[in-house]
């Protein structure tokens, strides 16, 4: 069965759940890029980190 985008996003966040918002968001960058591979992109990737204090 494949994975959802949801279950991708998760394993990319849960890879190093303590880092930093930038490492997530490099995390989930190189998930989608390997999902990706040399297919077109139609669209923009647009990710925001937060961190709650």
């Given at each position: 069965m494949p994975m959802?985008?949801?279950?991708?996003?998760?394993?990319?966040?849960?890879?190093?759940?303590?880092?930093?918002?930038?490492?997530?968001?490099?995390?989930?960058?190189?998930?989608?890029?390997?999902?990706?591979?040399?297919?077109?992109?139609?669209?923009?990737?647009?990710?925001?980190?937060?961190?709650?204090?």
């Open positions: 959802l985008v949801t279950d991708r996003m998760l394993a990319a966040l849960n890879a190093e759940p303590q880092a930093d918002p930038k490492t997530l968001l490099q995390n989930i960058k190189k998930s989608v890029d390997e999902f990706v591979g040399d297919a077109l992109r139609y669209d923009d990737l647009t990710m925001l980190g937060v961190k709650l204090l």
